[in-house]
């Protein structure tokens, strides 16, 4: 029970809830626990959102496809982590990306309902909560109002790091040379050499249709 609260506690909508309300919360609902093999999907692109999903330990794989489905854009997160608790409210209340166990993980679901008639009881939650949205919303506006790089190698970096949730760790960009090549405002020509210069120096690796990124976080600076 011990091991479970102190789990519970290093959750990202948890953290700073003593021990006494998470027993009370514990009280109140039955919260529901799975584990998952590698492999198995845990959310679909479309779904409503109606659980916050954290996920306990392992790594998962998350998978956003453009608009106009000419490129898909792929990160790798570890626990602890919680699946788009940004979806849970405001105009679009589905889950814009699907979501795959990388590992064998485990998760821990809250229904949307037990989420409003108690969790925002408590304001550290509401506070952790509001903090994470808030942070999303504040990265994406200064994204775009971001300055464009002039040098190639900065703009695919700049292209690369905008589809990310998190500044760090393992990414794959599925596209095509010629529309990374639109979508950055260069030839097709420039772009290869300029990936096959960021090969060479170990920032990413490239593949038949698509790019890795082993760490992001080597493209920023």
């Given at each position: 029970?011990?091991?479970m609260?102190?789990?519970?506690?290093?959750?990202?909508?948890?953290?700073?809830?003593?021990?006494e309300?998470l027993?009370c919360?514990?009280?109140?609902?039955?919260?529901?626990?799975?584990?998952?093999?590698?492999?198995d999907?845990l959310?679909?692109?479309?779904?409503?959102?109606?659980?916050?999903?954290?996920?306990?330990?392992?790594?998962?794989?998350?998978?956003?496809?453009?608009?106009?489905?000419?490129?898909?854009?792929?990160?790798?997160?570890?626990?602890?982590?919680?699946?788009?608790p940004?979806?849970?409210?405001?105009?679009?209340?589905?889950?814009?990306?699907?979501?795959?166990?990388?590992?064998?993980?485990?998760?821990?679901?809250?229904?949307?309902?037990?989420?409003?008639?108690?969790?925002?009881?408590?304001?550290?939650?509401?506070?952790?909560?509001?903090?994470?949205?808030?942070?999303?919303?504040?990265?994406?506006y200064?994204?775009?109002?971001?300055?464009?790089?002039?040098k190639?190698?900065?703009?695919?970096?700049?292209?690369?790091?905008?589809?990310?949730?998190?500044?760090?760790?393992?990414?794959?960009?599925?596209?095509?040379?010629?529309r990374?090549a639109?979508?950055?405002?260069?030839?097709?020509?420039?772009?290869?050499?300029?990936?096959?210069?960021?090969q060479?120096?170990?920032?990413?690796?490239l593949?038949?249709?698509?790019i890795?990124?082993?760490?992001?976080?080597?493209l920023i600076?």
């Amino acid at each position: 029970m011990e091991t479970m609260y102190n789990n519970l506690l290093q959750l990202p909508l948890f953290q700073g809830l003593v021990q006494e309300d998470l027993t009370c919360i514990l009280g109140k609902v039955k919260l529901h626990f799975t584990k998952h093999k590698a492999g198995d999907i845990l959310v679909k692109k479309g779904t409503p959102c109606e659980w916050l999903i954290f996920i306990l330990n392992g790594a998962i794989t998350s998978t956003t496809t453009s608009a106009d489905n000419t490129y898909t854009f792929m990160e790798f997160s570890r626990a602890p982590y919680v699946i788009e608790p940004q979806s849970l409210f405001g105009m679009n209340t589905s889950y814009v990306s699907t979501y795959l166990a990388h590992t064998e993980v485990r998760t821990l679901t809250i229904s949307k309902t037990f989420v409003m008639n108690e969790l925002f009881k408590y304001e550290i939650f509401r506070l952790n909560y509001m903090n994470i949205v808030s942070n999303r919303a504040q990265t994406c506006y200064s994204r775009l109002w971001a300055a464009t790089p002039e040098k190639l190698e900065a703009r695919i970096a700049k292209f690369i790091l905008s589809h990310s949730e998190r500044p760090s760790g393992g990414k794959i960009l599925k596209i095509k040379m010629e529309r990374l090549a639109f979508v950055i405002n260069d030839t097709r020509l420039s772009v290869s050499k300029a990936l096959n210069g960021m090969q060479q120096s170990g920032l990413l690796e490239l593949h038949r249709g698509e790019i890795v990124i082993p760490e992001v976080e080597k493209l920023i600076g």
